[in-house]
């Protein structure tokens, strides 16, 4: 998938292509925070930017409507809240995600995933569910009952349903003409 870009020198949009995991991004200067190799926090973390996981972080991570990716030294012990998220490194925690969730080559994975669309290299490691979504709930129709007297099959609608009818009934004893 291709994104436009600013626009060439002619006016005609320029098409950027998405990074892959694992692709360096181009660098950018602003509205992108990083967490450092060195750099431990414990506690809830929310932000509106771009965010860049390579310390240690345990609490809970809520970027919604932003980006969020766990370098390959990030180790995350949270539950992610991120309209996109990208994982290199290890993360202990669910995910939830209204757009892609990307577990890369390496990365480690425990916890259920919420998302929209999943990527998952070959060589990523996970353990937990995947929900994309609600699925269709499965109706359950009642199974047709066949009426028990061959003449009736023949019969009108309205004379099939008294049918049927009679036959859920109980069976009553009848006397015995002497």
């Keep these: 998938m291709a994104i436009f870009g600013k626009s060439d020198e002619d006016g005609t949009p320029v098409v950027v292509s998405e990074p ?9 200067s602003n509205n992108v925070s990083v967490i450092g190799p ?3 926090f414990r506690g809830e973390l929310s932000a509106d930017e771009d965010l860049i996981i390579e310390g240690q972080l345990e609490g809970s991570i809520t970027h919604h409507k ?7 030294q990030g180790r995350v012990h949270a539950d992610i809240h991120a309209s996109a998220v990208i994982i290199l490194g290890k993360l202990v925690g669910d995910i939830h995600s ?18 929209a669309r999943i990527v998952m290299e070959d060589g990523a490691r996970f353990k937990g569910k995947i929900d994309m979504g609600q699925s269709a709930k499965v109706k ?18 309205e004379e099939s349903a008294q049918v049927e ?6 069976p009553r ?5 002497s």
């Design 20 to 28: 892959k995991i694992g692709q360096k991004r181009p660098s950018r």
């Design 66 to 72: 932003k980006h969020l990716t766990v370098g390959r």
């Design 98 to 115: 209204e757009g892609m969730v990307s577990l890369a080559k390496g990365s480690n994975v425990q916890g259920n995933i919420y998302c």
């Design 140 to 157: 359950l129709v009642p199974k047709e009952v066949a009426p028990k007297d061959p003449a009736s099959q023949d019969a009108a609608p």
């Design 38 to 40: 060195t750099i431990v």
């Design 173 to 177: 004893a009848v006397p015995k003409d």
């Design 165 to 170: 009818s009679a036959a859920r009934k109980k």
